[in-house]
């Protein structure tokens, strides 16, 4: 807060998990005391903060949750103005301010308010729907199964897909903080989701973590793709839609697969 200084607002939210509760609270009231005011978002998904930043009415935002490599840590993650990780020169200098604990507190009649916005899942849902073409998704009538795991997406995630006509069998599909917070699937969850798919028919299945950032994909055979092969599907498909653009960049992990290559050369 004293790093983006008074008489600006910061969005916040937070995973269900009661230790991101206590200290998202504790948090605000901090940023308050330096004359920053706050659009609490309470429990809500990252990729949802990230897009509320970008209607361009605050100055940074954070989100609480729970580590998904230590469970017993809390994580604090920061995002610039546009939704984006916030810069490492900005994130030196809140640290810079953190440890000299030389903060100046607001007069009592200057400090920060909280503001609960509404409508943010509406506006989230128009945002993603606008990027598809709903249609074409919807003339498919697709059959899949998807696993919420216990996470934020299954606030969101079944409003946003009433729009595609697809027939859907849900798993995990309510919040549930005291479960292990976790981004992969173990060998008892892919055989359990790969034995639905298998059994219904149906054309794939996803996971979804339960921060609701990353997915998990299988298909008809129930056999769930590594993240390599993923990435590999997920290149070739934005490359063959966007063949008839002019020449363009795209950012690929430096541990990719050598099939990039190949694929970009076609």
Do not use: C
Request: aromatic letters at 8%.
């Amino acid at each position: 807060g004293y790093a983006v200084g008074a008489n600006t607002r910061i969005v916040a939210s937070r995973d269900a998990d009661a230790t991101s509760r206590m200290t998202h609270r504790a948090l605000m009231s901090g940023l308050m005391s330096v004359g920053v005011s706050v659009n609490d978002l309470q429990v809500t998904s990252i990729p949802q903060t990230r897009q509320e930043l970008r209607n361009g009415k605050a100055t940074a935002g954070i989100h609480i949750r729970r580590s998904i490599r230590q469970h017993d840590k809390t994580d604090i993650i920061l995002f610039n103005s546009d939704g984006r990780d916030l810069p490492s020169s900005k994130a030196k200098n809140i640290e810079r301010f953190f440890f000299g604990e030389d903060i100046k507190r607001v007069p009592f009649d200057k400090v920060g308010d909280i503001s609960f916005p509404e409508r943010t899942s509406e506006a989230y849902i128009t945002r993603f729907k606008e990027t598809l073409h709903i249609e074409a998704i919807a003339n498919k009538h697709f059959k899949v199964l998807i696993d919420y795991s216990f996470g934020l997406a299954s606030n969101i995630f079944p409003h946003i897909l009433g729009k595609f006509k697809a027939t859907v069998v849900s798993m995990n599909n309510y919040m549930d903080a005291s479960r292990p917070y976790s981004d992969s699937t173990t060998d008892e969850e892919a055989a359990e989701s790969a034995a639905v798919i298998r059994s219904l028919g149906y054309e794939l299945g996803f996971k979804i973590d339960a921060g609701a950032e990353k997915a998990a994909i299988a298909d008809e055979r129930g056999a769930w793709f590594s993240r390599q092969r993923l990435l590999t599907i997920v290149t070739k498909l934005f490359l063959e839609s966007n063949k008839h653009r002019e020449p363009y960049s795209i950012a690929i992990p430096v541990g990719a697969s050598q099939e990039i290559e190949t694929i970009a050369a076609e």
